[in-house]
């Protein structure tokens, strides 16, 4: 979000994913009470015309129904079965294309798509899966509750703690943070490892003419036939519903957890935001209005 | 060579290719008057069994027979009708997997392997082709003489130079270099483009603990959904005479064009290894013994 915004003028309303629930309707596809879930941008309230494409992109993917998942919450259409879900599902299928018995690093383990790439990594895939997060209770977390095998808080010495967990090296690393946490898990990947690069929250803050600089990242790729690719979940649009699909099904067998870090009140939407890239949000930041 | 020789111990014989002549022979295969290429190091002499492996995998390749090439030098057979040639070729067609009328970029292009990536890209695949290379003769050598579109000097402004070569930027990118440059590049890289790592002799000069700092690259993979892959020529080892025997083709059609540096005399070995680091040769550096 910090990203896409500033592509676009000031002014513009906040781009956000929305469930919203429909209190008046011209449309008998979209009928009163019922819920959709759409890029709808920061608003408590929103007149829309589902089949009206916006002047910007991230308006222009059109709202759908949200369908009946019995007691889950609608929101979580949010984070597991929506976009975060979508994107931990076919990034790591797609890009790290992971093999029973490997061995998998996730840096922005405790996030909305880094708790979900890990499990699925672990409890369908059957990796050794070990999560980069920034708070021993994130930690705890991703161990205890996830079923993760080793979790680490970047804040103590990563190169070590890896080399400890898993001296034989990693298969798969879906990265989320970029900057120097990635060049020490990629110098100990082994021959023919895969990155997926989900994101680069390291560097969030920089404008684009004064990134930050880290560890080359070129000897290791070369010595090991590294191979890493940069992904955006709107790849797969075509494929969007097979990953709900599994992930729902994944949660009802028991294979997939989550966990939301709901903030209350419309008002209180920029510090949960801000809060969120701050690292104090566990699993998916949800504001609720 | 430089890197490959850190993993042996002080004394090893050094790393290298070399066309010999047979002046005395036990193996009817190997008949006197003949030569083979093989990784037989840096040596006047060699007494050698071809069929017994080495302890070390750098002469544990086995030599071949050079075949008859005419008038052609048999020294091509450590440049652009042996590994080099192998390098460009399968790191080309197998990592770029380039389309006609693609933009390629091509780092360390007046070198053994950066010449004949950017002629392959040019006068077979139909590629627009930048070089970039480290002196104004080297950059004049690949314009005039082997039909580059573009060359730019490293030591001048490659991101401005890049900007109004290929403004609308770049699908391929052939690293040798790594670093920096590398860094500029591929932020000017459209989306979905592909680099092919081969080498990172910016990073050659220092150990593995203290490796460089380079503008990170994981925002430009994420946004332009990239991908980037190392590699090393043994990987198509079952195929290498396929490249050979194409290079060769491509010479005799007057679609590849080479160069070799010379340098005379086995003492002068040395001087003429770190003077190729430097980039004081075009093209294959060889020596004559």
Redesign the interface.
């Known amino acids: 979000m910090r ?1 896409y915004i500033q592509r676009y003028p000031v002014g513009v309303t906040m781009i956000g994913a929305q469930v919203a629930k429909i209190i008046e309707s011209k449309n008998p596809d979209f009928p009163v009470g019922r819920r959709i879930v759409g890029y709808l941008g920061w608003r408590t309230h929103t007149i829309i015309n589902p089949h009206r494409s916006s002047e910007y992109e991230f308006l222009s993917q059109k709202p759908t129904l949200v369908p009946d998942i019995g007691d889950l919450s609608p929101s979580l259409y949010l984070g597991i079965l929506g976009m975060p879900g979508a994107t931990a599902y076919f990034g790591l299928l797609e890009i790290c294309k992971p093999k029973q018995g490997e061995v998998l690093v996730v840096s922005g383990a405790a996030g909305a798509v880094g708790s979900i790439v890990g499990q699925i990594g672990k409890h369908v895939f059957g990796l050794t899966v070990i999560g980069i997060a920034g708070s021993d209770e994130k930690c705890k977390w991703l161990v205890e509750e996830l079923g993760f095998d080793h979790a680490i808080n970047y804040k103590k010495d990563v190169e070590v703690a890896l080399r400890k967990a898993v001296p034989k090296g990693i298969d798969c690393y879906f ?1 989320n943070v ?2 120097d946490i ?1 060049s020490i898990v990629i110098y100990q990947m082994k021959p023919f490892g895969r990155v997926a ?4 929250i ?2 969030y803050n920089a404008d ?1 003419s004064s ?22 979940v709107t ?1 797969w649009d075509n494929r969007f519903s097979e990953a709900t699909k599994k992930n729902l099904q994944w949660i009802h067998e028991g294979k997939l957890r989550y966990r939301e870090t709901i903030t209350k009140g419309f008002d209180n939407m920029f510090d949960a935001f801000v809060g969120m890239l701050q690292g104090k949000s566990i699993g998916k930041a949800v504001v609720k209005v």
Do not use: A
């Open positions: 990203v990265d970029g900057g990635s690069v989900c994101g680069s390291s560097s684009s990134l930050p600089k880290s560890t080359i990242l070129q000897p290791s790729f070369v010595f090991n036939q590294l191979k890493m690719e940069g992904f955006v790849r």
